[in-house]
T-cell receptor, first 109, second 116 residues
Framework: AQRVTQPEKLLSVFKGAPVELKCNYS??????LFWYVQYSRQRLQLLLR??SRESIKGFTADLNKGETSFHLKKPFAQEEDSAMYYC???????????FGPGTRLSVLP | EAGVAQSPRYKIIEKRQSVAFWCNPI?????LYWYQQILGQGPKLLIQ????????DSQLPKDRFSAERLKGVDSTLKIQPAKLEDSAVYLC??????????????FGSGTRLTVV
C-alpha cells in the first residue's frame, strides 16, 4: 500500500533562512509526487509536481527514488510562506492522492 | 473558471443523527472526489466518481456513508448515523485531463462537521 510520511508537524524558521520540509513515501512502482499548500482560510492548492521540475514561489523539490524522498526546499523563507504543506503521492497520473499528515511552516519575522 | 462549490460550510450534529453534504464541481470536470480530513491528518480519499459511476470507494465506510452523483454533475455525501469519530472536514475536488498525463485538480473549501 502507498504511504506518505512527513516527520515534522511544525517547522519554525526565521525570515530569510533556508527551509526544508521533509517527505518520504513508500510505493514499489513509479509514483508521481506533489506538494500541496493550504494558506490560512484558503483552499488546498497545488504547489508543484515532480514531473514538471519547476520552481514555484521559490520552492523546489527533487524526487530521490533511492531514498524514496521528495523534500521541499526554499533558500530564503518569507513570512507569506507560512502555511500547511502536504506531500502527496499519486499512482494514476494525479487522478487521486495519498496525502501525508502535513507540516505547518511558520516563518518568523 | 468558477471553483468547486461546497455547502454547508459548517455543520454541528449530535451522534446518531444524519447529515448530508453537497458539492458542485467545476463545469466540465468529469471526475469528482470526496476526501475526509480529520484534525491533524492529511486528506483521505473516500470515493471517486467518473461522470455518474463510482471508480473507487474502497475507503468509504459503507455501513454509514453513502454518496451519489446522479446526473454526473453535483454530488451528495451522506452519513447516517453519525459517530463522534466522523468529526472532520469533508473536501470535494474535481479534475479534468489536461493532456500529457496531467490532470488539473481543484479542491473545494470543505464542510467542517462536528459530531457531539
Amino acid at each position: 500500500a502507498q504511504r506518505v510520511t512527513q516527520p515534522e508537524k511544525l517547522l519554525s524558521v526565521f525570515k530569510g533562512a533556508p527551509v526544508e520540509l521533509k517527505c518520504n513515501y513508500s510505493y514499489s512502482g513509479s509514483p508521481e509526487l506533489f506538494w500541496y499548500v493550504q494558506y490560512s482560510r484558503q483552499r488546498l492548492q497545488l504547489l508543484l509536481r515532480h514531473i514538471s521540475r519547476e520552481s514555484i514561489k521559490g520552492f523546489t523539490a527533487d524526487l530521490n527514488k533511492g531514498e524514496t524522498s521528495f523534500h521541499l526546499k526554499k533558500p530564503f523563507a518569507q513570512e507569506e510562506d507560512s502555511a500547511m504543506y502536504y506531500c502527496a503521492l499519486s499512482v494514476n497520473y494525479g487522478q487521486n492522492f495519498v496525502f501525508g499528515p502535513g507540516t505547518r511552516l511558520s516563518v518568523l519575522p | 473558471e468558477a471553483g468547486v462549490a461546497q455547502s454547508p460550510r459548517y455543520k454541528i450534529i449530535e451522534k446518531r443523527q444524519s447529515v448530508a453534504f453537497w458539492c458542485n464541481p467545476i463545469s466540465g470536470h468529469a471526475t469528482l472526489y470526496w476526501y475526509q480530513q480529520i484534525l491533524g491528518q492529511g486528506p483521505k480519499l473516500l470515493i471517486q466518481f467518473q461522470n455518474n459511476g463510482v471508480v473507487d470507494d474502497s475507503q468509504l465506510p459503507k455501513d454509514r456513508f453513502s454518496a451519489e452523483r446522479l446526473k454526473g454533475v453535483d454530488s451528495t455525501l451522506k452519513i447516517q448515523p453519525a459517530k463522534l469519530e466522523d468529526s472532520a472536514v469533508y473536501l470535494c475536488a474535481s479534475s479534468s485531463y489536461r493532456g500529457r498525463g496531467h490532470y488539473g485538480y481543484t479542491f473545494g473549501s470543505g464542510t467542517r462537521l462536528t459530531v457531539v
